[in-house]
């Protein structure tokens, strides 16, 4: 088998069979194929696209080229959680100590974040003590202990896809679906879980802008989990403006021990039930939709669902002293108003915008090796729908280095359209694909 | 300027524009742009194609890349010869005395060749003492005292043009029009001849296999040669069976001379007619096309033509005895005889395969570093439309190392196709295009 026949082949509009994926992803992973060939490949695929089945082989492909944890010590159905990527997101802090106060095993591997704010692994060590570097003996001896464990990637899952994505990035070879798909899918297969719960953003805040998009790419991943033998369900959420009101990783973890506390912002809680009830449902859980909702409600109100975080945040050498004093989050040395300037009813919140705000005050990281100042950010006071008044506050924002401040305050004002007319809530949730 | 945001450009099916293709040209010669980017957008350039404008820009970038040879120290209009590679075309060497004999200046830098036979320059090195690798002084010297020079290529000229393809041979993105005339035209412009004449091969035997693409490219190389102030014409010529008899380095030679003594192949001497014919019209040559073609025939009838040929061979140190006694020049250890094995009318040979088969005796190189052993190669006794007995000699097999024999020999009777009708010999020339 040669390289530039498979090229050739893809290039001319034929699917590549099973064993010739298989040559490319054990070939480039290696060394053997070089970049130039992989990159050519890539953008032929981008053109010419993959049938169903060349996903789900390139997918387990990319699976097979490195590690495969073994959860199985674990008792009961472990389910992950993976998102598309959002502005505002941390649905996952709040979502997983409700389902684990239902007894549902959550063990989630997570990774640290491009772009607006760090990733979940990131938010939790603005907590002081925090860690979130488990061995995998850790990781399971704690799930099994208290139900609930997060860390950060370990092991070398999935590298062929690591590689890929980078190549990919460099050669405008990113927006094609069945890569897109592998890519997620691959990750989340290596990494050990019995089921897996996918929330795909959509709007413009997200990476598929349409619903015709988003569906496709839910649809074709739950194919994949599915044919490989992981009951996955995918739930399409909005992102049209930030999630919650918080973006930055202390302001955000001040929201999601709110939210814990039963203050959380409705659009958030909207989601987290959703894709609670989801979770419980991929877990094996046999009870209604509404059986679950009202189950994963009372772990707010009867507060099961923070004393599992609180559990967890002890099990991970976090202050559990956070959760009564939010004082001992760093924070920003200075905060400003953003004021509206004229009257109406907020008609969009620009997700992007805003997460680029909080990114250059230094909330996210740009390059991987950027480090991130936990303080800053943006904490919205309106949201879609909202009525306000000229001069009102739309939101405050979060600065220590002074030096980008003028450009995010006036990103933040103009991530804003305010018409004067009436603008309809929506739901979060488009669609649940299983 | 971001080679990544040129990428994405081009997939999306957007021209780009002259400071962009500078842009690339200059950062991927210069090492700045990465093989793996350059590569994909090849493939989005093979997908999304480039317009006229495009492909002119191009041209211009890649000959601007390196020297570009000043021939001005040599009087007259000089024309350039360029064939886009055929089985047995010894065409530049016939074609080049006359045409010098009608005092039109040749100044050819040739290449040597990958495939069936070695290059223009491979051919004329299988006579003993001749000398390929004139400096430039040399060069122009020789055309101001004699009208004739040949030469390896002499400077660096496009290397931008040498990167690419080599990156599209691995990459799978040869075939586009846009990218093949740019190539050839870049290394043309680059080398400082006044007019060029390009030989478009179509055919079974040609890289362009259908007259649709051939008038394609031979149109765009025309476009482009004359908007760079170039006067350009190009020829399609079939090349659907080997031109001439012979096919090998040494056998080559032998034909070249008899033609020069007024005994060339049919095929051969009418393409040899036609484009030095467009050649002197080029040069500026004001007369008809007949009166041209008369002229031409003279230089051959009056010996002129040979005449020129043993001069050229005189200042390049080849051994003039040559033209009277090809047994000086490398011959092959044993010959074979290929028959017919049906009685018929010879339909079509395979030019493609009667190549190969001279390949692999060692008159072609696989590799560039391979070395070619001259005197091996395939001499046709029958041509397409002549009539043959069962058992009539169709071609004797010129054979040094004997490991290849057996192959070879099959593959030059396979190249036959033997039918039981008459088969009409059609004109070697399809269209003129200026």
Known sequence: MRMIDLIAKKRDGLPLEKEEIDFIIKG???????????????????????????TINLTMSMRDSGDILDLSSI??????KHSTGGVGDKTTLVLMPMVAALNIPCAKMSGRGLGHTGGTIDKMESIPGFTTSLSLDEFTKQVNEIGLAITGQTGNLAPADKKIYALRDASATVENI?????????????????AICLDVKVGSGAFMKTMEDATKLAKLMV???NSLNKKTIAVISEMDEPLGMAVGNSLEIIEVIEALKGRGPKDLMELVMCLGTQMCKCAGLNKSDNEIKRMLEESIANGSALNKFREFLNAQDG???????????????????????????????????????????????????DSIDFGVGVVLNKKRGDYCKKGELLATVYVNDEKNKEQALSEVLSAFTIVNHEVLKESMIKKIIE
């Not at 008792?75 to 992950?80: A, F, L, N, Q, R």
């Not at 069945?178 to 019995?194: E, H, Q, R, T, W």
């Open 319 to 369: 202050n559990v002293d956070v959760i009564n004093d939010y004082s001992i989050l760093p924070t920003a040395k200075s905060k400003y108003e953003v004021k509206s300037v004229k009257e109406g009813c907020i008609k969009h919140i620009k997700a992007d915008v805003i997460g680029h705000a909080s990114m250059i005050l230094g909330g996210g990281r740009e390059k991987k090796e």
């Open 223 to 225: 194919k994949i989990g």
């Open 28 to 54: 480039f992973t290696c060394g053997e194929i070089p970049d130039y060939q992989m990159s050519s490949l890539l953008m032929a695929i981008y053109f010419n696209k993959m049938n169903e089945e060349e």
């Open 75 to 80: 008792k009961g159905i472990k389910v992950d």
């Open 178 to 194: 069945s890569l897109i798909a592998s890519s997620i899918m691959s990750k989340k297969l290596a990494s050990g879980a019995d």
